[in-house]
DNA sequence: CTACCTGCAAAAAGTTTGCAGGACA
DNA sequence: TGTCCTGCAAACTTTTTGCAGGTAG
């Protein structure tokens, strides 16, 4: 099933409904962050957006703002915390699913598992509880990570 | 299987590890936080032990630096983040289990699920991760949250 | 004209760190 | 004596906010 509507035009539907325009600034910074699937934290979309040569750089504190709406809009959503950073990724045009998260590599492994969610619902009936959403980070060590020392940054490496 | 040593006395055998003391802020610290089962965040622990009108106060800065000692020697264990503000639990003498968080009432309700455990490491095989933890976080409304009491302040009524 | 917007600088809030004085083995 | 420790204040980081000027309809 295709993306009917693109982020953009669905970050100006949010908008609308609060009084609110898609201005260039806002554009810029849409188009930014689903420029491609990657990750990101607030700073760094920051620091790209003031790095822009042309005439398209956005201030860090409108790129804060404009993160905060695109959340409420539920064009991205955050999953985790690292270094003390917000992480946020799409959650337009991209299915749920959780994440293994390499403690030695900083890997971010994605999975969806139905049978979890099933789960979920299941124990969140037995508690009365509504659900409307988790955030499940496993870690661990990817395969990556337990690959016996090759070319890692190890200090280990035998010199 | 019974705790057999206090944490306490837990935190002393770490310390001693790193060729370290538990001072009686350090032990007052972890009293404090082992007296309940409660989960905690920094600031409010250390303005409990602040206001210890005995003799008994401990500065902030130390108490964020115990509790850092706690979490490295494994006593307790980040859960969420709550308010900018990172959330503690108890990790020693007290079985892994995962939580519902109601986004309206703040409650926390913990469930233990061996199904989700299983899931997880099976799932992780697939990718070939070792799993060494999770953290997960269930997101919506309890039942106490649900109750139609008086008109309960939503912005999705009468839309 | 009247919102809505933006960048800047300053402010918040949580957390960390440098330092001088103490304490303990 | 030589570490280890603590409290205090200052520093840091990330994120938010006040504000003055700008812009679109």
Redesign the pocket.
């Known amino acids: 099933m295709p993306v009917a509507v693109s982020p953009t035009e669905k970050f100006r539907e949010f908008?609308v409904t609060?009084?609110?325009?898609l201005?260039?600034?806002?554009r810029i910074t849409v188009e930014e962050v689903f420029a491609d699937h990657e990750h990101f934290?607030?700073?760094t979309l920051a620091e790209r957006l003031a790095a822009k040569s042309d005439g398209r750089?956005?201030?860090?504190?409108?790129?804060?703002?404009?993160v905060?709406a695109m959340e409420e809009a539920g064009l991205i959503r955050k999953i985790a915390r690292q270094?003390?950073?917000?992480l946020y990724e799409h959650a337009y045009g991209y299915p749920h699913h959780d994440h293994l998260i390499c403690r030695e590599t900083g890997e971010l492994i994605e999975f969806r598992s139905p049978e979890l969610d099933a789960i979920l619902e299941r124990v969140a009936a037995e508690h009365g509880f509504r659900v409307e959403g988790h955030r499940l980070e496993v870690y661990g060590l990817s395969r990556e990570a337990r690959k016996p020392r090759r070319r890692r940054h190890s200090k280990l490496d035998r010199v």
Request: charged letters at 50%.
């Open positions: 908008l609060r009084n609110q325009r201005t260039p600034e806002r934290d607030v700073e750089r956005v201030s860090r504190s409108s790129v804060y703002r404009h905060a270094d003390d950073r917000d």
